[in-house]
């Protein structure tokens, strides 16, 4: 009965967008969208989402699809791009949901005939299938972006006024972040494209020649511009197997386990966006357990541990702020597996929950786990200890 009303409570939310203009349900979607990656638990938002993606998937009208002028002009970007919310985007990244009030922003307000002028004819060559004549057009159109936002964000009116634009379209403070960050980005393209060219197009372990080619690259980039390397970093860590080993480059250089020399070494950012990974799954795992995902939630809980693992081993954090966070975001990881266990009913002394796993956690002994589980009441003990099987409820 509860289900049958939240459908007919969400049909009727789908039938009030339908009377908004395109261009608020675009903005309503991209809002959206920015909570539910910040992890908000918002009533009714995912057969919102739902539908405003499928209108937009079904009109053409979202503004990052093929064939679309805005896909072009952004694509430099890519390479850095991440599916989070901009509050959670670290300075070597930029919010894909960013990219629909950036460019609202500079089409509606800022250079609105220069844009009305690139987008015809940009759709006319990308229909004619031109697309080496269609990414020099976007270039062009980059450069007089480039020039006019650099100019604004030069004074401090100039820059309130570009922070007050995109307020316009959306409620999220970090977007400002991200339209700087793309500015960066931008007028760095050539050596962050040079860089990307001469890493491997895949990475299985960082260590040994492939680590020392890393730093090598790294440094070079470095010399020629400090603000290249937090995206450099990005594109490095989406080239590993295991991005959580982008940590040896911060840790290499220091050759030592100090926190403090480690804090000290020219890659240093690298660990605190190994921290971010964490803050990253996370999310994740609130979304897995959220919608009954409990074999995903493993997953996601195996690669926290993992990275944990490697942060604590290659680095003596006790006492730095890089622990200090570590142990905030592994409290709230420890707080979400709890509470799914918890919903186990309390006679089940023959099941174990799938996230009760002692596989999970290697680097944490049997005994640790049983003494571990013994606070939170002896029928789960009992469970664990009468069968140790990985039996699921769910």
Not at 85 to 110: D, K, Y
Not at 189 to 211: C, T
């Amino acid at each position: 009965m509860v289900s049958a009303k939240q459908d007919q409570t969400a049909e009727h939310l789908v039938q009030y967008l339908r009377q908004l203009a395109p261009q608020v349900r675009c903005r309503l979607l991209a809002e959206l969208e920015r909570l539910h990656l910040l992890g908000e638990d918002i009533p009714h938002s995912e057969p919102l989402i739902a539908a405003l993606r499928a209108e937009f998937r079904n009109t053409g009208q979202n503004h990052y699809r093929v064939g679309n002028p805005s896909r072009y002009f952004f694509e430099p970007i890519e390479p850095v791009l991440v599916d989070r919310a901009p509050e959670r985007a670290n300075r070597g990244q930029i919010a894909r949901g960013s990219l629909a009030p950036i460019w609202s922003l500079v089409t509606e307000q800022l250079l609105r005939s220069m844009a009305a002028d690139y987008i015809a004819d940009a759709k006319d060559v990308i229909s004619a299938d031109r697309q080496g004549e269609a990414r020099q057009m976007a270039r062009a159109f980059q450069k007089k972006v480039l020039i006019s936002l650099n100019g604004l964000l030069g004074s401090a009116d100039g820059a309130a006024s570009i922070r007050d634009g995109l307020m316009a379209y959306t409620s999220s403070h970090a977007t400002f972040d991200d339209l700087k960050k793309m500015l960066r980005y931008l007028d760095m393209q050539r050596e962050l494209e040079d860089f990307g060219g001469a890493l491997a197009p895949k990475i299985a372990r960082l260590e040994g020649a492939s680590l020392s080619k890393v730093l090598g690259l790294l440094s070079a980039l470095k010399a020629k511009s400090i603000d290249a390397v937090p995206f450099a970093l990005t594109i490095v860590a989406r080239r590993l197997e295991a991005p959580w080993e982008l940590l040896s480059v911060a840790t290499a250089p220091a050759d030592d386990r100090a926190a403090a020399r480690i804090a000290a070494s020219p890659f240093a950012i690298a660990v605190s966006m190994v921290i971010d990974q964490i803050e990253e799954k996370h999310l994740l795992l609130l979304f897995a357990l959220r919608n009954n995902r409990p074999v995903r939630a493993r997953e996601i809980v195996g690669e926290i541990y993992r990275i944990e693992e490697a942060l604590r081993t290659q680095i003596e954090l006790k006492g730095s702020d890089w622990a200090r966070q570590l142990d905030d975001l592994m409290s709230a990881v420890q707080a979400a597996v709890d509470a799914e266990i918890s919903t186990i009913p309390g006679d089940h002394r023959h099941l174990t929950h799938i996230l009760e796993s002692p596989r999970l956690r290697p680097d944490h002994s049997f005994g640790h786990k049983v003494g571990h589980m013994f606070e939170k009441g002896w029928d789960v003990v009992a469970g664990l200890l009468a069968g140790n099987t990985d039996q699921t409820p769910r």
